[in-house]
């Protein structure tokens, strides 16, 4: 059974950073693309970041020079490092793996950033 779980989130100051994880059980991680996306309260949910099987990334521009994506196919583990984090970025982060048979999402980690 294919289970995504994130983790990282929390409170964090404007300016702060804060490190994502996305572990992946099952055996899909590897073959498959990994996306992070992001909802904010009242708003449609939106992708941040792509990575492929062969570690190319894509970001959405409101993102672009601050947020790193990577993967670590060995632990199963997709990473989503945010850096300069502004008010805007608050959110529930949620990673996701399509493998063209089925979308797999996780529960969700909440990421708030105030002073």
């Known amino acids: 059974q294919v289970q995504l779980v994130e983790s990282g989130g929390g409170l964090v100051q404007p300016g702060g950073s804060l490190r994502l994880s996305c572990t992946v059980s099952?055996?899909?991680?590897?073959?498959?693309?990994v996306r992070w996306y992001r909802q904010a309260p009242g708003k449609q949910r939106n992708m941040v970041a792509v990575?492929?099987?062969?570690?190319?990334?894509n970001y959405a521009d409101s993102v672009k020079g601050r947020f790193t994506i990577s993967r670590d196919n060995a632990k199963n583990t997709a990473y989503l490092q945010m850096n300069a984090l502004n008010a805007e970025d608050t959110a529930v982060y949620y990673c996701?793996?399509?493998?063209?048979?089925?979308?797999?999402w996780g529960q969700g980690t909440q990421v708030t950033v105030s002073s």
């Open positions: 990575i492929t099987t062969d570690g190319r990334t």
């Open positions: 996701t793996v399509d493998t063209g048979r089925g979308a797999y």
């Open positions: 099952g055996s899909i991680f590897s073959t498959n693309d």
